[in-house]
């Protein structure tokens, strides 16, 4: 058996983090758009949507919903659910 490519790693992480993010009660999609990047889209109180990718970043695969250097959480992490959850809100 071959190893998962980038994209399906990127696919499983995103996967797992839509599960997590739907147990703690988040209104989530997975969004898998042909011309785009895949996203986890988080629906906020307002109306509108946090959108999550993964990507690797210095070597180690991690959630990035923006440009700011505290909006990313590393997969894996215990809390990375929670912490989006809360970005969301």
């Known amino acids: 058996m071959t190893a998962p490519s980038e994209a399906q790693q990127q696919y499983l992480h995103l996967t797992r983090l839509a599960w997590g993010l739907r147990m703690l009660g988040a209104d989530v999609v997975l969004d898998l758009a042909p011309?785009?990047?895949?996203?986890?889209?988080?629906?906020?109180?307002?109306?509108?949507?946090?959108?999550?990718?993964?990507?690797?970043?210095?070597?180690?695969?991690?959630?990035?919903?923006?440009?700011?250097?505290?909006q990313c959480a590393g997969v894996g992490e215990d809390d990375a659910a929670r912490v989006i959850r809360k970005a969301a809100r």
Do not use: C
């Open 35 to 70: 011309t785009a990047e895949p996203v986890v889209a988080v629906r906020r109180a307002a109306g509108d949507r946090l959108r999550v990718t993964a990507m690797i970043r210095s070597g180690r695969w991690m959630y990035v919903w923006g440009r700011g250097r505290t």
